[in-house]
């Protein structure tokens, strides 16, 4: 299995895991926009949030395989979202499961071409930064990322920061603290993406 199906594959259940958190008076929460990409850089209600994380899922074997998206305008989560989007995550995960060869052809959901690494590898900075969101969104004051995820992604990902940043993925990266100061691998890597690990803090 190539590194960035492991990374996916450790990102899953951790967003599984916070989407169970969802109480059904939750949906209608409004999630900050997740990225500074059209069609993400607005806000979006929980609901629909995971509309399109279930739908992403869903489509995750074609895109591997290097096809285009197929339509799906059906909403996937009916009267038991969080079943619904767990069973599309398994769909997703067994296709990341089965990767060899992270330089073959896949698609982004936008249908252009990438490697299967990188999209493995986006895929599972969405669902960090979602698993994130989604927390807080909920009251949270504890980043739900594992630290040996956090690290990971964090190593894969700062190399390369500067590209995450033009594809509108990252943001500007957040002044770290004093030296003295120890940060977490999970602050090290959202604040290197632009994210604010403790929002809360700033709060009056």
Not at 59 to 67: C, D, I, Q, T, W
């Amino acid at each position: 299995m190539i590194r960035e199906a492991e990374l996916f594959l450790k990102a899953q259940p951790v967003l599984n895991e916070v989407l169970g958190r969802i109480r059904p008076e939750d949906w209608t929460i409004q999630l900050p926009a997740l990225f500074d990409v059209p069609g993400y850089d607005r806000q979006c209600s929980m609901r629909a949030t995971v509309v399109r994380l279930a739908r992403d899922d869903a489509r995750v074997p074609a895109l591997l395989a290097g096809k285009a998206p197929e339509p799906f305008d059906e909403d996937p989560l009916g009267e038991d979202p969080h079943t619904a989007a767990v069973r599309c995550s398994q769909i997703a995960g067994d296709a990341a499961r089965a990767v060899t060869d992270g330089a073959a052809t896949a698609t982004e959901h936008s249908g252009a071409s990438t490697t299967v690494a990188d999209l493995l590898c986006r895929l599972a900075v969405v669902r960090s930064f979602l698993a994130h969101d989604i927390a807080l969104s909920l009251g949270s004051r504890a980043c739900p990322l594992p630290e040996d995820l956090a690290r990971a992604l964090w190593e894969t990902t700062g190399p390369d920061a500067a590209r995450w940043r033009e594809r509108g993925i990252f943001r500007a990266p957040l002044p770290p603290p004093p030296p003295e100061v120890h940060v977490s691998w999970r602050d090290r890597f959202l604040m290197g993406a632009g994210r604010d690990p403790h929002p809360w803090m700033h709060q009056p």
